[in-house]
């Protein structure tokens, strides 16, 4: 049984896939483009592997790159209610990669009326952190379709892991800089993640405070499944929605933030960037 789930967003136990155009085309379905995640030995060759399996059994499928997440962008679908200040005939923005104090948020769904901020929601995206190398595991795979594959990495016993406590530590320490600006802002910030990670920090973190979902809250937990639909497809699906705010995340980690922001540099951070390209569109 292969340990990739999914190989350039297509469940590698799906039949009738013509695998030798997949790796040539090294295409992502979710960021509609060329995959950007490659190899540092020789970046002309994209990995493309979305999802791994993990556990004694090999069944667990575990997201280990974040643009899987942006399946049929219904992360941003599911977030929409948080906009409390959009009405109707506004345009909807999806805007990448805007820093503030405690670093980069990975994307802003801005509301905006004539290319003005109305309302806005960041949202960061985290999937699992590897140890180890995930390219055996895929080499294997490819040989058991008919690639011809180096035997030298055939036979290495190198693999990966799952990386929890540094994944789960890293991104709430980062949740707890970045907190206090949307906080002073009166805005929103929400956490992508898939069900396992999400379950990790609830056990091994203070999380017994962070309770469902409430709209006055900054900082929104989603948590998503993967589970398979018909003809293979692997599909996202949202199961769980906490929230707190920033005490909520001191008592997390006990520290404190400091990062804060004035909402007028932030607005011109987002309207500097919103052009037809970023309109959010289903």
Not at 142 to 151: A, P, Q
Request: hydrophobic share 35%; aromatic share 8%; charged share 25%.
């Amino acid at each position: 049984m292969t340990k990739v789930k999914e190989l350039f967003g297509i469940n590698t136990k799906s039949e009738g896939i013509d695998w030798e155009e997949t790796i040539a085309n090294q295409y992502c379905p979710y960021l509609n483009k060329g995959c950007i995640k490659t190899r540092k030995s020789q970046p002309e060759i994209a990995i493309g592997t979305c999802t791994m399996t993990y556990g004694k059994e090999g069944i667990n499928p575990i997201i280990i790159c974040p643009h899987r997440l942006l399946e049929r962008r219904q992360i941003f679908t599911d977030c929409l209610h948080l906009l409390t200040t959009h009405v109707p005939g506004n345009e909807l923005h999806i805007v990448s990669e805007v820093q503030i104090p405690g670093g980069n948020v990975d994307y802003f769904l801005v509301s905006a009326k004539e290319g003005k901020v109305k309302d806005f929601i960041g949202i960061e995206l985290q999937t699992m952190d590897t140890t180890g190398t995930v390219w055996p595991e895929r080499e294997r795979f490819l040989e058991r379709v008919g690639f011809d594959v180096d035997e030298v990495i055939l036979e290495s016993k190198s693999g990966y892991g799952m990386n929890w406590k540094m994944t789960a530590k890293t991104i709430l320490v980062q949740l707890h800089h970045k907190i206090k600006t949307f906080e002073h802002l009166n805005k929103h910030l929400v956490l992508i993640v898939q069900d396992p990670l999400m379950d990790y920090m609830k056990e091994n973190f203070s999380f017994s405070h962070v309770g469902d979902a409430k709209i006055g809250d900054p900082l929104h937990f989603h948590s998503y499944s993967l589970k398979e639909r018909k003809k293979d497809q692997l599909v996202l699906n949202l199961e769980t929605r906490l929230s707190t705010d920033t005490d909520g995340m001191a008592i997390c980690l006990g520290l404190q933030a400091e990062a804060k922001v004035e909402l007028i540099e932030l607005i011109a951070k987002l309207e500097a960037k919103m052009s037809d390209d970023t309109l959010f569109t289903l």
